[in-house]
Antibody, heavy 121, light 110 residues
Framework: EVQLLDSGGGLVQPGGSLRLSCAASGFTFNNYAMTWVRQAPGKGLEWVSSITGSGYITFYADSVKGRFTISRDNAKNTLYLQMFNLRGEDTAMYYC??????????????WGQGTLVTVSS | QSALTQPASVSESPGQSITISCTGTSSDVGAYNFVSWYQQHPGKAPKLMIYDVNERPSGVSYRFSGFKSGNTASLTISGLQAEDEADYYCCSYAGGSTWVFGGGTKVTVL
């Protein structure tokens, strides 16, 4: 069974940092691009960042560019999102999701259960 | 990257059909056939329902179908059932290796 398990969320002060993880199982991890999507409380979905299967190519939304870094460890079947200089508007549930293939995102399926990040003093 | 436009809510009785629109621009929905739809029940992670405009993943009911014309995509749910009550989001490739979601539509089964 394909599974994604998100972790690493928590309460952090404005300007602080946090690293999210997404542990994958049930499929050949390095054969798929991966993505982070977030959802602010009571709001809609927002694409955050994607990475190809090799990890060599990354993409970011303008809202997080320069502050967030997506990466992956294919030996550990794990996706990461390192978040720096966090702001209140980064408060959200963060989901990881699998893409279509090694180099193509195209859609998001399946999704992890999400991990909640709260930025507040 | 502006969000795609969806109606805030749609309501209908069981057994009826509904269509949710998703309006973008010639730079996203109108430019690419990479439109997908997601169902999200309260407190749960989203689930892929439609990809590549009108393709249904294995396991998704035939009652769900997708379509696109110009800058507007749509999701139709036929034979509405109580379990279909959820939030629905469209998503489109927006060029430059970026993706944009719609604001979401709350579907209520009366």
């Amino acid at each position: 069974e394909v599974q994604l398990l998100d972790s690493g969320g928590g309460l952090v002060q404005p300007g602080g940092s946090l690293r999210l993880s997404c542990a994958a199982s049930g499929f050949t991890f390095n054969n798929y691009a991966m993505t982070w999507v977030r959802q602010a409380p009571g709001k809609g979905l927002e694409w955050v960042s994607s990475i190809t299967g090799s990890g060599y190519i990354t993409f970011y939304a303008d809202s997080v560019k320069g502050r967030f870094t997506i990466s992956r460890d294919n030996a550990k079947n794990t996706l990461y999102l390192q978040m720096f200089n966090l702001r209140g508007e980064d408060t959200a549930m963060y989901y990881c999701a699998r893409g279509k293939s090694k180099e193509a995102v195209d859609w998001f399926d399946p999704w992890g259960q999400g991990t909640l990040v709260t930025v507040s003093s | 990257q502006s969000a795609l436009t969806q109606p805030a809510s749609v309501s209908e009785s069981p057994g009826q059909s509904i269509t949710i629109s998703c309006t973008g621009t010639s730079s996203d929905v109108g430019a690419y056939n990479f439109v997908s739809w997601y169902q999200q029940h309260p407190g749960k992670a989203p689930k892929l329902m439609i990809y590549d405009v009108n393709e249904r993943p294995s396991g998704v009911s035939y009652r769900f179908s997708g379509f696109k014309s110009g800058n507007t995509a749509s999701l139709t749910i036929s034979g509405l059932q109580a379990e279909d009550e959820a939030d629905y989001y469209c998503c489109s490739y927006a060029g430059g290796s970026t993706w944009v979601f719609g604001g979401g539509t709350k579907v209520t089964v009366l």
